[in-house]
């Protein structure tokens, strides 16, 4: 089983940047669409960003222009750059691998998260 580890959150200003990362426990190989998605305290994960394996890119509207995701490689399949950073983006972050295998089987790993925290 596949383990992700999220790295990069922390506490930061408004206007401020963070970058997270996303390392897997062991090389992730083959069709994958990859993505960040948040949770705030009260509300259901949503999805911030995404990759698909078309390499389409995708973002949530309230973050268009302020965060960039970006692949990696097998190890560190997926990064956010954030920038100008607002309170309301205060949440844990968590990133998303689903692996699409050649023998049909689906597979999706999560990370455990990483907080974000964003003050004014």
């Known amino acids: 089983q596949v383990q992700l580890v999220e790295s990069g959150g922390g506490l930061v200003q408004a206007g401020g940047s963070l970058r997270l990362s996303c390392a897997a426990s062991e090389s992730i190989y083959g069709a994958s669409d990859v993505g960040w998605y948040r949770q705030a305290p009260g509300k259901e994960r949503a999805l911030v960003a995404g990759?698909?394996?078309?390499?389409?890119?995708n973002y949530a509207d309230s973050v268009k222009g302020r965060f960039t995701i970006s692949t990696g490689n097998a190890k560190n399949p997926v990064n956010l750059q954030m920038i100008s950073l607002k309170p309301e983006d205060t949440a844990v972050y968590y990133c998303?691998?689903?692996?699409?295998?050649?023998?049909?089987?689906?597979?999706?790993?999560w990370g455990q998260g990483t907080q974000v925290t964003v003050s004014t």
């Open positions: 990759v698909s394996r078309h390499g389409r890119t």
């Open positions: 998303n691998v689903v692996l699409y295998s050649a023998s049909g089987l689906i597979y999706n790993y």
